[in-house]
């Protein structure tokens, strides 16, 4: 299997820069080579070695001498969205939580549980970001308060 990675066009114009996303087909020989847009590059089939499972895909980046890297700050807003897709989750499960000690009249576990939901509230924005310089770093971001 050959694998071969391109910028994705980001300009009006169809041209596309360093900042562009990445695309990446694979093909079984040669023969198909008419598939892969023209100025990819053949890369393994894991290019990016801090990032093999592709996790952070939409962060890969090309650069003009053909290495593959990680833009770190698309890769923290990628983090970003997992985690606020994460908290939505929780949310869900403590209104429902929230519900049912409302209908039990159990207000001290009502008080509790808004107070563990308003922590969750703004978790994201206390993520200091600066802090945060590799991958591995991003894809160890986890709030206390989601565990």
């Known amino acids: 299997m050959l694998h071969y990675l391109y910028r994705l066009p980001n300009k009006p114009d169809g041209g596309s820069d360093l900042s562009a996303p990445v695309g990446m087909v694979s093909i079984p020989d ?13 890369v393994s ?21 053909g290495e593959v890297y990680v833009d770190l700050e698309v890769a923290k807003e990628i983090k970003l969205n997992q985690l606020r897709e994460r908290r939505d989750g929780l949310f869900k499960d403590l209104d429902r939580q929230q519900f ?7 207000t001290d ?8 939901k308003e922590l969750l509230r703004n978790v994201t924005e206390r993520i200091d ?3 945060v310089t590799t991958l591995e770093q991003i894809n160890y971001v986890m709030p206390p308060e989601m565990v």
């Open 100 to 106: 049912n000690a409302f209908g039990s009249k159990k």
């Open 30 to 42: 040669e023969s198909y080579m008419h598939r892969v847009p023209e100025g990819a590059i053949q």
């Open 45 to 65: 089939e894991t290019p990016v070695s801090e990032d093999e499972s592709g996790a952070f895909f939409e962060a890969w980046r090309l650069s003009d001498d």
């Open 109 to 116: 576990i009502v008080e509790k549980i808004e107070e563990e």
């Open 129 to 131: 970001w600066d802090q």
